[in-house]
């Protein structure tokens, strides 16, 4: 049976941008290619209150956590650890020989502005990561106080920002929070098929990338630029994918940004409401996300049981991240979900439960 997704990633996708991918294959040096890439392009910069460069990779973002570490830093990084996906983020910036430290506050914490102002305040680095997202516990890091405190204070250190699990679903203004990178991959609220990572870079950091000894090749900011004006990549891009993503931005535009900020608030203060009156929340509720949410089982349920239930009926939630599992359950609130679906999967659950 079909299963309507209530996971974080990838999340469901609407048939209209299913079909946008099988439009006909075109060549990636045509004309139509880089008109292509050039409107989706402009599209992003919209959705992301400008950015210099926005890049499309053919790739998970993963792989672009790890092609953005590499070329950030000729010094030191900071890394922000708060949960798993930062966690990743670290060893990813290690794995690539890239000098590094980690920061990290407990599970269900955020990281401060007055935390990175520490750390930094000892010298020697230039450049920090941080998640916007934290997917595996449901918060979401004050990312414009920590760009604005970098920006002010330590104006070479590069600020680089995970937002998969939050990008197209909450606002994010690259240009005035002083961002320089920032990713997503599109299977969460962009509500695409995976597969495609958009990446926001600035003029700092394709500046400071030309210092790296080693920026790798592909992937690489000056390999990028060398075609970017001109509407292409240097390898062969994910065509289906960008041309259902630009289905997607006409769509998103034309609904509003304003509009899908406020849904994803809605259905994230729904879900919220209900998990504190039956179960728990189990992040800082000064920091909750706005995309998904981390339900502390307070009931001692068995989460794999109510998802074998839910999957009878069509949908799926995800369990807690890691050391979580069981003791946690995630609702994914984003993408192209709807208030009425999250009533619906919560209604389910209560029926399930005997809730109601
Ligand atoms: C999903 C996720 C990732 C990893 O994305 P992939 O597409 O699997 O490479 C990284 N960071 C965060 C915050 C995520 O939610």
Redesign the pocket.
């Known amino acids: 049976m079909y299963k309507k997704l209530f996971i974080?990633?990838p999340t469901h996708v609407r048939d209209e941008i299913l079909l946008a991918q099988t439009a006909p294959m075109i060549g990636h040096r045509a004309p139509e290619y880089s008109a292509l890439q050039l409107a989706v392009t402009a599209k992003l910069q919209q959705l992301l209150s400008t950015a210099p460069r926005v890049y499309l990779y053919a790739r998970?973002?993963?792989?672009v956590?790890a092609r953005s570490v590499r070329q950030a830093s000729t010094r030191r990084m900071l890394n922000t650890v708060c949960g798993a996906?930062s966690k990743?983020w670290h060893q990813i910036t290690a794995a690539n020989g890239v000098p590094c430290d980690a920061i990290s506050v407990s599970v269900g914490q955020a990281v401060t502005p007055e935390l990175v102002d520490e750390a930094l305040s000892k010298g020697g680095y230039d450049a920090i990561t941080v998640?916007m997202?934290?997917?595996s516990t449901g918060l979401m890091n004050p990312v414009a106080e920590i760009a604005a405190l970098v920006r002010e204070k330590y104006p070479d250190v590069l600020v680089l920002v995970?937002a998969?699990?939050c990008m197209a679903g909450v606002k994010i203004e690259f240009d005035a929070w002083g961002l320089d990178v920032c990713l997503a991959?599109v299977?969460?609220c962009f509500a695409l098929p995976?597969g495609l990572t958009v990446c926001a870079v600035s003029d700092r950091a394709r500046q400071r990338a030309k210092l790296v000894p080693n920026p790798g090749y592909y992937f690489a900011y000056a390999d990028m630029d060398k075609r970017y004006e001109k509407g292409q990549t240097p390898a062969t891009p994910a065509i289906s994918l960008i041309q259902a993503l630009n289905q997607q931005m006409d769509d998103i535009l034309a609904a509003g940004l304003e509009a899908r900020w406020q849904r994803h608030r809605e259905m994230a203060t729904i879900v919220q409401d209900w998990a504190r009156e039956h179960f728990g929340l189990y992040s800082d509720e000064r920091y909750l996300s706005e995309t998904v949410t981390n339900v502390e089982n307070t009931r001692g349920i068995s989460v794999a049981g109510l998802n074998e239930e839910l999957g009878k009926r069509g949908a799926m939630i995800s369990n807690g991240y890691g050391e979580l599992k069981e003791k946690c359950f995630r609702i994914a609130h984003m993408g192209d979900l709807t208030v009425d679906d999250i009533r619906w999967l919560l209604g389910e659950i209560d029926d399930i439960l005997g809730l109601a």
């Open positions: 974080p990633g998970s973002s993963t792989g956590m996906f990743r998640v997202n934290e997917t995970d998969v699990s991959g299977q969460k995976a």
